[in-house]
């Protein structure tokens, strides 16, 4: 059975998707695996109680992968194809949180058939990353 997101036609501006994302330990360390990144502020806690954070955090692109998991699966999902994403990093990712990851279709344009989207991942109600996705959803018949 394929799966399929939602096609650019059935698209509208304010349409929101929404995912919660429990960081541990065992998901940075997975993450730092497989991304190779193992700056100790996320590994090591006797190093990162030396930062300006105090304990271990994550990954910044650890919750860049909750949105694209958002766009990917939910809005527009399943045959989205992602083409630019900005983010503004706000706050740390500390283990033990949950990242809630907010997609909102703020433009469409159907010539080129493409979406923009407000991106969002909070954390208490915080923001931690603030951003705008521009992605191209699958299009009816095409």
Same mark, same amino acid.
């Given at each position: 059975m394929t799966k399929q997101g939602k096609f650019f036609e059935d698209l509208s501006v304010g349409d929101t998707a929404e995912m919660t994302f429990p960081v541990t330990e065992k998901v940075i360390e997975t993450f730092a695996e497989v991304s190779q990144d193992d700056n100790p502020v996320h590994l090591d806690e006797a190093f990162a109680k030396t930062t300006q954070f105090g304990t271990r955090i994550a990954?910044?692109?650890?919750?860049?992968?909750?949105?694209?998991?958002?766009?990917?699966?939910?809005?527009?999902? +399943?045959?989205?194809? +992602?083409?630019?994403?900005?983010?503004?990093?706000?706050?740390?990712?500390?283990?033990?949180?949950?990242?809630?990851?907010?997609?909102?279709?703020?433009?469409?344009?159907? &010539?080129?058939?493409?979406?923009?989207? &407000?991106?969002?991942?909070?954390?208490?109600?915080?923001?931690?990353? &603030?951003? &705008?996705?521009?992605?191209?959803?699958?299009?009816?018949?095409?």
């Open positions: 990954h910044g692109m650890l919750s860049a992968g909750f949105i694209s998991a958002v766009i990917g699966t939910r809005l527009p999902g +399943y045959g989205s194809i +992602y083409l630019s994403q900005t983010m503004r990093f706000r706050r740390p990712v500390k283990i033990g949180d949950e990242v809630t990851v907010r997609a909102t279709i703020t433009a469409l344009d159907p &010539e080129k058939g493409r979406a923009t989207l &407000e991106t969002m991942a909070l954390v208490g109600g915080k923001p931690v990353v &603030e951003g &705008e996705a521009l992605v191209m959803p699958p299009r009816r018949g095409a």
